[in-house]
């Protein structure tokens, strides 16, 4: 599982413990940069009247679902719980979920930065609206080299897999 950290493996019947490398990962640094990407974006359209428009409920909506997925993963991920439901293909599973969040936030995105009017009669909504519209995109950019990296796990890229499956049986 290239990609993916755990240089320690928690065995099933063991205590959850934080991995530090995981952090360090590029797995564990792109979803901490999710979750504060997404944070940002929803937090920013929140702090608007976006009950008025309907294209930024979908911005809304968008934001929080995968914002709250990502810490999510995150969680699962740094207290080594994916190592406890080992039946579960993980690098599947997030390559199919950040591919998902990357066409989601292609579509929050265009949606939310059209509909940023620079005429609004109040100028604190136009530059949340702006500033979401662009951490949108950043955001989404996040998702998609997410995407290159589960990608790459699941297909186990770098390493030999004849290899990792006589030394996983040895």
């Not at 063991?14 to 797995?27: H, Q």
């Not at 920013?44 to 976006?50: E, G, K, Q, R, V």
């Not at 998902?100 to 579509?107: E, W």
């Not at 100028?123 to 080299?145: E, H, K, L, P």
Request: aromatic share 18%; proline share 4%.
């Amino acid at each position: 599982m290239a990609g993916l950290p755990g240089a320690r493996s928690a065995s099933p019947g063991s205590a959850p413990f934080l991995d530090g490398s995981f952090l360090l990962s590029p797995l564990g640094g792109l979803m901490g940069a999710q979750a504060v990407l997404g944070l940002l974006v929803w937090s920013l359209i929140a702090a608007t009247t976006y009950h008025l428009h309907a294209a930024y409920g979908w911005v809304m909506f968008v934001s929080l679902f995968f914002w709250i997925v990502t810490v999510l993963f995150f969680v699962t991920y740094l207290l080594q719980l994916h190592e406890k439901f080992y039946m579960i293909p993980w690098p599947l599973v997030l390559m199919i979920y950040n591919a998902v969040a990357t066409v989601l936030y292609i579509t929050a995105f265009v949606t939310c930065a059209a509909a940023v009017q620079p005429t609004s009669w109040r100028q604190w909504d136009y530059n949340r609206r702006a500033a979401a519209s662009f951490f949108a995109c950043v955001t989404m950019i996040t998702y998609g080299v997410s995407t290159f990296f589960s990608f790459r796990a699941w297909k186990g890229l770098g390493s030999n897999a004849a290899t990792s499956q006589v030394s996983d049986h040895a």
